[in-house]
Nanobody, 124 residues
Framework: QVQLVESGGGLVQAGDSLRLSCAASRRTFSDCAMGWFRQAPGKEREFVAA????????YYIDSVKGRFTISRDSAKNTMELQMNSRKPEDTAVYYC?????????????????WGQGTQVTVSS
């Protein structure tokens, strides 16, 4: 059974930084593009960032560009999301996921495996 496990969520003040981590249980994820999504109460799951298998190409939703940085360590089978200058509107449950080859990285439908999510709350 493939597992993705997120960690690092919590309560932060606006403007503070937070780093989320995602650990994959299988080495095969080193060949997959990976992504971060978030879902706020009453809203649809939203694409946040994605990174290709090599880590050389990254993609972000406009609202987090310049504030969030996605990275991966294939040797450790982990992925991270560094979040700086947090805003209250960043409050959500954050999920990591593994992209199906050839799928659109912006759509949650393109991802086969998901973590359980980690809550991030930003207070103003």
């Amino acid at each position: 059974q493939v597992q993705l496990v997120e960690s690092g969520g919590g309560l932060v003040q606006a403007g503070d930084s937070l780093r989320l981590s995602c650990a994959a249980s299988r080495r095969t994820f080193s060949d997959c593009a990976m992504g971060w999504f978030r879902q706020a109460p009453g809203k649809e799951r939203e694409f946040v960032a994605a990174i290709n298998w090599s880590g050389r190409n990254t993609y972000y939703i406009d609202s987090v560009k310049g504030r969030f940085t996605i990275s991966r360590d294939s040797a450790k089978n982990t992925m991270e999301l560094q979040m700086n200058s947090r805003k209250p509107e960043d409050t959500a449950v954050y999920y990591c996921a593994a992209l199906r080859p050839g799928s659109d990285y912006r759509s949650p439908l393109g991802y086969d495996y998901w973590g359980q999510g980690t809550q991030v709350t930003v207070s103003s």
